[in-house]
């Protein structure tokens, strides 16, 4: 997730033109996400990444990370937090809209890889209270917003978390990859 350095994950409006990403980046969260089978969305999220990725890679003007990335998402099982959509309309994808969290524990109990959640800061946010996150891959842009959208809200109980990975980008962002520790 992109997060700006004063801690917001979008403008108030939803706005992400102040994220930087380029081809570095998008290299290298290609080969992260190539071993990931499950991917998470918020509602809003899902729609948009659905009105986007299902064509992209067929477009003639289409780039390396749009076929990459559209060939991925086709195949990758998509889960979406909604209390509005229909599961029985859409292909791979399994719709959560009640019992969160122990329909995400039994996904999580599931053979397969990691499951990641892109973006949706309303999701994240649901599973954040709920203790549902068991790690965190941010990507700090050098940016501070002033407002917007913060990643971290109604936080009850400290979490302590253990650094993975950090890398640096030519375009000034930082990643961090942190796992929830759960001891």
Do not use: C
């Not at 890679?57 to 195949?75: F, L, M, Q, R, V």
């Not at 941010?138 to 917003?145: A, D, G």
Request: zero cysteines.
């Amino acid at each position: 997730m992109h997060i700006s350095l004063d801690g917001f994950v979008a403008g108030l409006s939803g706005e992400l033109n102040w994220a930087k990403a380029d081809e570095e980046i998008f290299t290298y969260v290609g080969n992260r996400i190539s071993k990931t089978e499950t991917a998470l969305y918020g509602r809003k999220t899902y729609e948009m990444m659905q009105g986007y990725w299902l064509t992209a890679g067929d477009k003639p003007t289409a780039t390396k990370h749009d076929i990459e990335h559209s060939k991925w998402y086709k195949k990758a099982h998509k889960v979406v937090l909604s209390k509005t959509l229909n599961e029985a309309k859409l292909h791979n994808t399994t719709i959560i809209n009640d019992n969160l969290a122990d329909q995400i524990n039994e996904i999580k109990q599931q053979d397969g890889k990691e499951i990641l959640l892109f973006g949706s800061p309303t999701a994240t946010h649901s599973l954040m209270q709920q203790n549902l996150i068991d790690g965190y891959w941010l990507f700090v842009n050098p940016i501070i917003l002033g407002q917007g959208i913060p990643l971290f809200v109604d936080i009850k109980d400290k979490t302590s978390l253990n650094l993975v990975n950090t890398r640096q980008f030519n375009n000034g962002v930082t990643e961090l990859n942190y796992i929830v520790d759960r001891q």
